[in-house]
T-cell receptor
Framework: NAGVMQNPRHLVRRRGQEARLRCSPMKGHSHVYWYRQLPEEGLKFMVYLQKENIIDESGMPKERFSAEFPKEGPSILRIQQVVRGDSAAYFC??????????????FGPGTRLTVL | DQQVKQNSPSLSVQEGRISILNCDYT??????FLWYKKYPAEGPTFLISISSIKDKNEDGRFTVFLNKSAKHLSLHIVPSQPGDSAVYFCAASARQSSGDKLTFGTGTRLAVRP
């Protein structure tokens, strides 16, 4: 019964390159969330997706960042032309179909992005 | 604008005693609250949650209390164990208005001394 899987666990990119972070939700979960944790801060919501749909992207930077959750395969968080300020831990979480007051988000181990 | 606040960055407790971690929030639309535990280089692990229709939820050594009028919740761990040493995050969501996205506090680092 695998949990939320994220890869790679560590990613190093030079300024201007692209970063692709992948997330496979828990079996049976159809909702995926991405969060970012900057050093010494709490997690900040970025985007909420269901299969083939972006439900809420209110936390996504307006430029360079995009996310998708295709019908088949993992969810992808893509950062184009990375800058040093993008260095952070990126966490994916998943939850089952929404039920009032009962569902909880389960987090993956995170991808630590370092921009040189 | 920090809508979820954990004002104590760290807490040290003797093994076997009670650990009390506090969390305050400002958004009155929040209706679901969670506590997560996080070890270094790992993702947050869900501990316990409470909906706004309750004022207490208990699960083993962990109890969460919610005081809606004060916009305050707390996590009690009793008895505390060295394995409880980690960073604890309080999180909240406003499901009725903005869905399931979680707003996190900045965390409290708990150290349980043997």
């Amino acid at each position: 019964n695998a949990g939320v899987m994220q890869n790679p666990r560590h990613l190093v990119r030079r300024r201007g390159q692209e970063a692709r972070l992948r997330c496979s939700p828990m079996k049976g979960h159809s909702h995926v969330y991405w969060y970012r944790q900057l050093p010494e801060e709490g997690l900040k919501f970025m985007v909420y997706l269901q299969k083939e749909n972006i439900i809420d992207e209110s936390g996504m930077p307006k430029e360079r960042f995009s996310a998708e959750f295709p019908k088949e395969g993992p969810s992808i968080l893509r950062i184009q032309q990375v800058v040093r300020g993008d260095s952070a831990a990126y966490f994916c979480a998943s939850s089952p179909e929404w039920q009032a007051y009962t569902d909880t988000q389960y987090f993956g181990p995170g991808t630590r992005l370092t921009v040189l | 604008d920090q809508q979820v606040k954990q004002n104590s960055p760290s807490l040290s407790v003797q093994e076997g005693r009670i650990s009390i971690l506090n969390c305050d929030y400002t958004n009155s639309m929040f209706d679901y609250f969670l506590w997560y535990k996080k070890y270094p280089a790992e993702g947050p692990t869900f501990l316990i949650s409470i909906s706004s229709i309750k004022d207490k939820n208990e699960d083993g050594r962990f109890t969460v209390f919610l005081n809606k009028s004060a916009k305050h919740l707390s996590l009690h761990i009793v008895p505390s164990q060295p394995g409880d040493s980690a960073v604890y995050f309080c999180a909240a969501s406003a499901r009725q208005s903005s869905g399931d996205k979680l707003t996190f506090g900045t965390g409290t680092r708990l150290a349980v001394r043997p």
